[in-house]
């Protein structure tokens, strides 16, 4: 197989990390072939940087290009609808993080690509940082025993003026709040560490800006474990962003990594050391270029090795769904005001909601 030709569909604030990683040959066997927003300026401007064509629809681009894979980067309540337009092309797809904001349009989109035989990859790339991948082969080889307590905690600064750069942000409909946008990643690394969730019990305000969902939450989490967990998330940090981190304590062992996007190993402590612990936090932890950090590189890379050597991708549909059922069954505990158990069907979460 030659060159992957790769298209995106949204051409907002996330795509430009996408588009520069593609679009410059940052990965191997991957070429940007064309954008599309249904904003002409917005498609025009990536399209003319990288000197490729830009549309304004995504039907159009798809019939004159015909790539290897299209990218979904627009906002997280259109993604599904996105999805199972595409899925026809029968191209591979990969969709951005909330692979869709309810769980029923999360089993249509998983069910339409298992049918057309269509790969769907769901942007996740936090787990391909480099701290966060020896987190995870230390709890692989069973260093930290018995796991106790999993925390995450995203501190970060969302003005007014963010929100008010696009309209469907924070709203039910199209986005959520700092839970399903922002904090969504660090969710899935704190259930792809510590296991299945068991119940949730949530708090959230809108403390600093105007917009229809939170901006701050709490969570306290038990695991079917036993482990408990913690999530903290707002975008009322003031007046910059702090962190994003996670953390895991253990009968053996614990470890925290901090940074703003999960890129500093600040712990790393075992009852049983290896060779390598002492220089851990030096060699491992890593300054990412923006909040983005590494991890779509590495992620693009692993999409690029799954569609050319057909390998199964580390965060499918199904993985994807995880981390949604978990951010609706948050947002049920805070409608409802009352611990929620997985597995459920939500009655009370606005998320994805549309009037």
Known sequence: MGMLRFALVGCGRIAKRHAELLGTGQIAHAQLAAVCDVVRAKAERIGERFSIPHFEDMHDMMQAIHPDAVVVLTESGRHAEQVLALVRYRRDIVVEKPM?????????????????????????????????????????????????????????????????????????????????NQASHHIDLLEWMMGDVDSVFAK??????????????????????????????????????????????????????????????????????????????????????NIYGFGHQAYYEHVVECIRNDKQQLVDGLEGRKSLELISAIYESIETGKEVKLRFRPTRCRLGLRQ
Do not use: H
Request: with cysteine; charged share 25%.
């Open 100 to 180: 869709a904001l309810t769980l029923d349009d999360a089993d249509a989109m998983i069910r339409a690509c298992d049918g057309a035989g269509v790969r769907l990859f769901v942007v996740k790339q936090n787990r391909f940082n480099v701290p966060v991948v020896k987190l995870r082969e230390a709890l692989a080889k069973g260093r930290f025993g018995r796991l106790v307590l999993g925390t995450v905690r995203v501190r970060w600064c969302r003005t007014q003026a963010y929100y008010d750069q696009d309209s469907w942000r924070g709203t039910w409909a199209l986005d959520g709040g700092v839970l399903s």
């Open 204 to 289: 959230s305000t809108t403390a600093l800006v105007k917009i229809e969902a939170e901006d701050t939450a709490v969570v306290v989490l038990r695991f079917r474990s036993g482990a408990l967990g913690v999530i903290e998330a707002t975008t009322a940090a003031r007046p910059t962003d702090l962190e994003g981190s996670i953390s895991l304590l253990g009968e053996f062992g614990s470890v925290e990594i901090g940074g703003f996007a999960v890129n500093e190993i600040k712990v790393w402590k075992f009852a049983r050391p290896e060779a390598d612990d002492e220089k851990m936090m030096s060699d491992y932890s890593v300054n990412p270029p």
